[in-house]
């Protein structure tokens, strides 16, 4: 697989290309194009979440802005020291990420937030890039099962030699992938992830970049 360098005008899965302009045609306002990355352009830390939500990175342009999966992240990275505030409202609020840098496996709106194995893997060009670029020892953090086999994909290594599981810490050589479950309404009003599940993993990220 080549690395590919992002392209905002990404239109390569015809499936996402065909739902962001209907999603377009229904809220002329709302952003409905690739979503950048955001953050610092050197990070110690990259966190990589699913896909854009429909009404939040998708409506606003800045991956984890708009949803409710945005309000325990940036808490949580504020309180760990890698953002400026603890709030993401809007790509023109002056937020600032610290070493630290957010993306996704998918840079698309995908119907039902379920990209297919198929879109995962186009898009996996773009993440291989964003991997290369990092210093040796960044800490990658995989926001579920999704973003974890991508990341593995996106570095040539096995599915099967590094489970997911929440909290586990898996070996890449120049780089330590985390995993923790995703930050989804879903995941906390269910108690599946909660703060303090959340915080450890940052708490362990942090300790991993001092070291």
């Given amino acids: 697989m080549k690395s590919a360098a992002f392209d905002p005008g990404c239109r390569r899965c015809p499936r996402l290309s065909a739902f962001l302009d209907e999603v377009r045609a229904e809220h002329p306002s709302y952003y409905c194009r690739p979503v950048a990355p955001f953050g610092d352009d050197c990070p110690g830390l990259l966190i990589v979440g699913l896909a854009p939500g429909r009404h939040g990175a998708n409506a606003t342009g800045r991956p984890f802005t708009g949803d409710h999966a945005g309000v325990l992240l940036y808490r949580t990275l504020h309180r760990f020291g890698f953002a400026d505030r603890a709030e993401s409202r809007a790509v023109d609020d002056g937020l600032v990420l610290i070493r630290c840098r957010i993306t996704n496996a998918v840079k698309c709106l995908p119907p039902a937030n379920k990209p297919v194995a198929a879109e995962v893997w186009n898009c996996n060009a773009y993440l291989a890039e964003e991997i290369r670029d990092l210093r040796d020892g960044a800490v990658v953090l995989a926001l579920g099962s999704v973003a974890h086999e991508a990341v ?60």
């Fill in 152 to 211: 593995l994909r996106a570095t040539g290594h096995r599915r099967a030699s590094y489970r997911f599981g929440h909290g586990a810490e898996h070996d890449l050589g120049n780089l330590r992938l985390l995993d923790s479950y995703h930050c989804s309404r879903y995941n906390t009003q269910t108690g599946r992830l909660t703060d303090a599940m959340f915080e450890a993993v940052f708490e362990r990220a942090r300790s991993l970049l001092r070291d």
